[in-house]
């Protein structure tokens, strides 16, 4: 597709449930990652992968979650046992090249907005 | 607290006033970006930046990096309603792995005709 996509745009769900969040990536895009954003706020960096690999997992909050990624295209992340303070929005971005690069830009998609009840 | 502050969290003001945003840290980056937020919709990069005392200059936004690379800010003149969204800074730690930005908290910034 022309940009990066995220499904679904709206997730309500009741604590205690797991959810799985989609992110489909711009084609040909090597990185991708995973950011929280609570109402209001900035980006909290969750996880990003090279190819299918995760070299950086540090900004996941809990074992809660966990995020996988099949080559180097869509990735999901799949929060367990949701809580009511993992209610945000969850945006997924891709950026062409490989890690080290500085400027390489990241392509945002809309988001997943998380509500648990 | 964050790595990197931004000032104000809010403003508001009205078409055809100035602005500035601001964007510090105590830590050096390799380089600065400026994302633009609309409700709905994911950040969309306005510009980067990464030699200190760097400015650059998008029609009415003037973007500068500090000469030690550890601040930045952004200038709007004569603002216009479509200038309404939330701007967030981000920066690449000199020893950031994988174009892992670092967010501010971003400045919500109202500009009413």
């Known amino acids: 597709g022309a940009g990066v996509s995220q499904s679904p745009s709206n997730k309500v769900t009741e604590k205690g449930k797991d959810v799985e969040l989609r992110c489909d990536p711009i084609?040909?895009?090597?990185?991708l990652y995973w950011y929280r954003q609570r109402l209001g706020q900035g980006l909290e960096f969750l996880i990003y992968?090279?190819?299918?690999?995760?070299?950086?997992k540090s900004g996941l909050p809990s074992d809660r979650f966990s995020a996988e990624r099949t080559g180097e295209s869509v990735s999901t992340l799949t929060i367990q046992r949701t809580q009511q303070e993992d209610s945000a929005v969850y945006l997924c971005?891709?950026?062409?090249?490989?890690?080290?690069?500085?400027?390489?830009?990241?392509?945002f998609g809309p988001g997943t907005r998380l509500t648990v009840l | 607290t964050q790595l990197l502050e931004q000032s104000p969290q809010f403003l508001s003001i009205q078409e055809g006033e100035n602005l500035t945003v601001y964007c510090n840290s105590s830590?050096?980056?390799?380089?600065l970006q400026w994302y633009r937020q609309e409700p709905g919709e994911g950040p969309v990069l306005l510009v980067t930046?990464?030699?200190?005392?760097e400015v650059k200059k998008l029609k009415r936004l003037t973007f500068q990096f500090g000469d030690a690379r550890k601040d930045s800010s952004l200038h709007i003149t004569a603002a216009q309603p479509g200038d309404t969204g939330l701007y967030l800074c981000?920066?690449?730690?000199?020893?950031?792995?994988?174009?892992?930005?670092?967010f501010g908290g971003g400045t919500r910034v109202l500009v009413k005709p």
């Open positions: 971005a891709s950026s062409y090249g490989l890690a080290g690069f500085s400027y390489n830009e990241q392509f």
């Open positions: 084609s040909g895009h090597t990185a």
């Open positions: 992968f090279q190819g299918n690999s995760a070299p950086d």
């Open positions: 830590s050096v980056f390799s380089s």
């Open positions: 930046v990464v030699t200190g005392g």
């Open positions: 981000a920066g690449l730690l000199i020893k950031a792995a994988g174009n892992k930005l670092t």
